[in-house]
T-cell receptor, first 115, second 118 residues
Framework: KQEVTQIPAALSVPEGENLVLNCSFT??????LQWFRQDPGKGLTSLLL?????REQTSGRLNASLDKSSGRSTLYIAASQPGDSATYLC??????????????FGTGTLLAVQP | SAVISQKPSRDICQRGTSLTIQCQVDSQVTMMFWYRQQPGQSLTLIATANQGSEATYESGFVIDKFPISRPNLTFSTLTVSNMSPEDSSIYLC???????????????FGQGTRLTVV
């Protein structure tokens, strides 16, 4: 059974700092990995999607890496801003099951960027 | 990306009643899913909404409690039946396969429905 873990559970940093969020998964037979952000009481916004054959993806100040063999992904946020404050969720989909993109979510990292 | 409209955005319901949540996508998609997010927790998949056939439910979720419809490639509903306070959660619709293509595997989410059962 796939399990996804995110550390740290919460993180508070001053504005401008670079930071790294971690995601680990127990079953390396993933189809893809996706990072989301969730603002309080809201839905999820897709940040980055990494296919299993890829090593990293970049979008603006965000960079996500994937090491499938070790079951790890990191989300790097450069020059953090107060507007980055949110919960960041990592989710993986496995090759099993009829729906290849049935996502298994981690418990999230609550990020607070202090002005 | 897709524009996903979920209605209602929030509701407060009496125990024993039912609520139907609607999910409308602005383009055809191959897959539609329903998730639950209980307070302080991450997301759990309830079921995959299949067009023109019965939904596929995950372990711990049953059709009598969470009936789902998907009449076409852009619309789905989830009903939370015979509600109890334990059903208080955020319910989220998710889609993949934009343009009705299985090659597009990125998942997109609606804004969620915050349900409180009293």
């Amino acid at each position: 059974k796939q399990e996804v873990t995110q550390i740290p559970a919460a993180l508070s940093v001053p504005e401008g700092e670079n930071l790294v969020l971690n995601c680990s998964f127990t079953d390396s037979a993933i189809y893809n990995l996706q990072w989301f952000r969730q603002d309080p009481g809201k839905g999820l916004t897709s940040l980055l999607l990494i296919q299993s054959s890829q090593r990293e993806q970049t979008s603006g100040r965000l960079n996500a890496s994937l090491d499938k063999s070790s079951g790890r992904s990191t989300l790097y946020i450069a020059a953090s801003q107060p507007g980055d404050s949110a919960t960041y969720l990592c989710a993986v989909s496995n090759l099993w099951g009829g729906a290849t993109n049935k996502l298994i979510f981690g418990t999230g990292t609550l990020l607070a960027v202090q002005p | 990306s897709a524009v996903i409209s979920q209605k209602p955005s929030r509701d407060i319901c009496q125990r024993g009643t039912s609520l139907t949540i609607q999910c409308q996508v602005d383009s055809q998609v191959t897959m539609m899913f329903w998730y639950r997010q209980q307070p302080g927790q991450s997301l759990t998949l309830i079921a995959t909404a299949n067009q023109g056939s019965e939904a596929t439910y995950e372990s711990g979720f049953v059709i009598d409690k969470f009936p789902i419809s998907r009449p076409n490639l852009t619309f789905s509903t989830l009903t939370v039946s015979n509600m109890s306070p334990e059903d208080s959660s955020i319910y989220l619709c998710s889609v993949e396969g934009l343009g009705n293509s299985h090659l597009n595997t990125e998942a997109f989410f609606g804004q969620g429905t915050r349900l409180t059962v009293v």
